[in-house]
């Protein structure tokens, strides 16, 4: 089975534009979380979502969007982008509604913003 | 104070000698606790969960939990140099949803 894969790999954008983030779970998985992390820190908590509902959200601006789609893959999105949102997106794909459940990660997308 | 901490290191260890990680957690409500390890420019991969008291094995991987303490440990025994990576410590915390809120990361170098 695929694990979890997130597109594009890498994206290069500028000051003030918008991008778009794609993430499909692992078959199985209804839970997708999404993560910043900064070069030299750790995952920064953005979004979880959960059957299509958003179940969490960590302390990012506004800018900072998603959605769940009915199949369960999820898109993170940010507008008026900044210098400081350069950073690794990560999707985790976990099953949903079980305690203790484990996130599995997608290989990431880097983003960078000139 | 950091829902959870690390010492970002390095840590470096010989070849052939037992790494320890450390990471302490705030939430005393946590139940749930992972180790992921993490390669220079690749995602966090998930080595060891450990939801109760005690120590959980796993080949040369070792898992400690004392939830009185707050405090969650790794032991890598036999370090080899392709152990070298960072280390992310990471909690579910025990409010609505649960989130999983990660360590900034203990770097980890065995030298040969």
């Known amino acids: 089975d695929a694990g979890v894969t997130q597109s594009p790999t890498h994206l290069i954008k500028t000051r003030g534009q918008h991008v778009t983030l794609r993430c499909s779970p692992i078959?199985?998985?209804?839970?997708v979380s999404w993560y910043q992390q900064v070069l030299g820190q750790g995952p920064q908590f953005i979004f979880q979502?959960?059957?299509?509902?958003?179940?969490g959200r960590g302390n990012f601006p506004d800018r900072f969007s998603a959605r769940q789609f009915p199949n369960y893959s999820s898109e993170l999105n940010v507008n008026a982008l900044l210098l400081g949102d350069s950073a690794l997106y990560l999707c985790?794909?976990?099953?949903?509604?079980?305690?203790?459940?484990?996130?599995?990660f997608g290989s990431g997308t880097q983003l960078s913003v000139l | 104070q950091k829902e959870v901490e690390q010492n970002s290191g390095p840590l470096s260890v010989p070849e052939g000698a037992i790494a320890s990680l450390n990471c302490t957690y705030s939430?005393?409500?946590?139940?749930?606790f992972f180790w992921y390890r993490q390669y220079s420019g690749k995602s966090p991969e998930l080595i060891m969960s450990?939801?109760?008291?005690g120590d959980k094995e796993d080949g040369r991987f070792t898992a400690q939990l004392n939830k009185a303490s707050q405090y969650v440990s790794l032991l890598i025994r036999d370090s080899q140099p392709s152990d070298s990576a960072t280390y992310l410590c990471?909690?579910?915390?025990?409010?609505?949803?649960?989130?999983?809120?990660f360590g900034i990361g203990t770097k980890l170098q065995v030298i040969p």
């Open positions: 979502y959960y059957e299509k509902e958003e179940r």
């Open positions: 939430d005393r409500g946590s139940q749930s």
């Open positions: 985790a794909s976990s099953l949903g509604g079980q305690a203790g459940e484990k996130l599995f």
């Open positions: 450990i939801y109760s008291n």
């Open positions: 078959s199985g998985h209804k839970s």
């Open positions: 990471a909690v579910r915390g025990s409010g609505g949803y649960q989130k999983v809120t």
